[in-house]
């Protein structure tokens, strides 16, 4: 899953350095909460994991950078029961389902105004914006390495 993972990576800081560049207010309140949590070092160095941890502004960025250009387009799995839809579609067992991640990540319903790039929507971990945050999915079937992504 290192692999797997290199062009996901890649992609996420490519679209975060965009909003960055894009929004300088976005941009100078990640500076100062970086910088804050550093001790203003003269030297820039390396965050530590335990500062990494304390960067929650940094981690919304990266949230709404990855929802805005989501890096897993669609997601396939195979249906193990059959199963009624709302709309009166059947499918049987062994269907393939997609899951149209960029779809679900542009819906008003699940993000106000989902073309603003708004770090601020992931303030809250406990906010539907949160909840309906999906790149990596949730579950036994979610991302191997998402823990060591964010």
């Known amino acids: 899953f290192l692999i797997a993972g290199h062009d996901t990576t890649s992609n996420t800081l ?11 207010d976005v941009q100078n309140k990640l500076r100062t909460e970086i910088l804050e949590v550093m001790n203003s070092p003269q030297v820039l160095t390396n965050p530590t994991f335990e500062e990494l941890k304390q960067m929650k502004y ?8 990855m929802r805005i250009m989501t890096t ?5 799995r195979i249906s193990t029961n059959p ?12 269907t393939p389902v997609y ?3 960029w779809q679900v990540h542009k819906q008003s319903k ?3 105004d989902p073309k603003l790039f708004n770090p ?8 539907p914006e949160s909840k309906n945050w999906l790149p990596f999915l949730q579950g036994p079937r979610a991302c191997n390495n998402f823990y060591n992504t964010l």
Do not use: C, G, W
Not at 58 to 65: A, D, H, Q, R, Y
Not at 72 to 76: F, I, K, L, S, T
Not at 83 to 94: C, D, H, V
């Open 72 to 76: 897993a387009v669609a997601v396939e």
């Open 58 to 65: 940094l981690n919304m960025v990266i949230k709404e950078s």
């Open 83 to 94: 199963f009624q839809l709302t709309n009166s579609i059947y499918l049987p067992s062994s």
């Open 120 to 127: 601020e929507r992931f303030r809250d971990p406990s906010s």
């Open 14 to 24: 490519t679209a975060t350095l965009y909003y960055l560049a894009r929004y300088p």
């Open 99 to 101: 899951l149209l991640m």
């Open 110 to 112: 699940h993000f106000p």
